[in-house]
Antibody, heavy 118, light 107 residues
Framework: EVHLVQSGAEVKKPGESLKISCQAS????????IAWVRQMPGKGLEWIGV????????KYSPSFQGQVTISADTSIDTAYLQWSSLKASDTAIYFC???????????WGQGTLVAVSS | DIQMTQSPSSLSASVGDRVTITCRAS??????LAWYQQKPGKAPKLLIN???TLEAGVPSRFSGSASGTVFTLTISSLQPDDFATYFC?????????FGQGTKVEIK
């Protein structure tokens, strides 16, 4: 059975760095794209980007290009989303999801809350 | 980028009502569209892919249809468990985009 388990909630200050994770199980992690999605408080869903873990091919939404970095470690079946300098506007829940062959997203992580405040 | 315009943003309905939610794509997406249901504090749940293919385990009261660039999610008889927010999402090409969401509330 496919499972995506995300790291726990984070409380950070503006300017700090952060890396959150999404650990996969139940399938061949390297061979399926993983997507990241943002949901700001009380708002809708925004697609951040995707990564193919086997070769680290990555696609970003123009809205997030240069703002975040998506990576993956196939030795531990884990994908990451990271920031080098957080802003208050990064406060949101971040979800990872597996991209299916037809590109919809069937399996989702439980979400990671990132709160950025001085 | 392909824009997805979803309507209405919210609606109030009663148990047993027929509910229709619409998404319009800014250009052709060849039916590469998914519908998701999200409840507070939870991850989205995939209901429908390829515009009209019902996910395994999703009740048959949910259905999806397409006409050109206009896509519809229909709940034929609203049940208490269906009160949630619904999102459409295209996956025709990068960047994928979501509709703004429709919150279905109890009348």
């Amino acid at each position: 059975e496919v499972h995506l388990v995300q790291s726990g909630a984070e409380v950070k200050k503006p300017g700090e760095s952060l890396k959150i994770s999404c650990q996969a199980s139940g399938y061949s992690f390297a061979k399926w794209w993983i997507a990241w999605v943002r949901q700001m408080p009380g708002k809708g869903l925004e697609w951040i980007g995707v990564i193919y873990p086997d070769d680290s091919d990555t696609k970003y939404s123009p809205s997030f290009q240069g703002q975040v970095t998506i990576s993956a470690d196939t030795s531990i079946d884990t994908a990451y989303l990271q920031w080098s300098s957080l802003k208050a506007s990064d406060t949101a829940i971040y979800f990872c999801a597996r991209r299916e062959a037809s590109s919809h997203m069937r399996y989702w992580g439980q979400g990671t809350l990132v709160a950025v405040s001085s | 980028d392909i824009q997805m315009t979803q309507s209405p943003s919210s609606l109030s309905a009663s148990v047993g009502d027929r509910v229709t939610i619409t998404c319009r794509a800014s250009q052709s997406i060849n039916n590469w569209l998914a519908w998701y249901q999200q409840k507070p504090g939870k991850a989205p749940k995939l209901l429908i892919n390829k515009a009209s293919t019902l996910e395994a385990g999703v009740p048959s009261r949910f259905s999806g249809s397409a006409s050109g660039t206009v896509f519809t999610l229909t709940i034929s008889s609203l049940q208490p468990d269906d009160f949630a927010t619904y999102f459409c999402q295209h996956y025709h090409s990068y960047p994928w985009t979501f509709g703004q969401g429709t919150k279905v509330e109890i009348k």
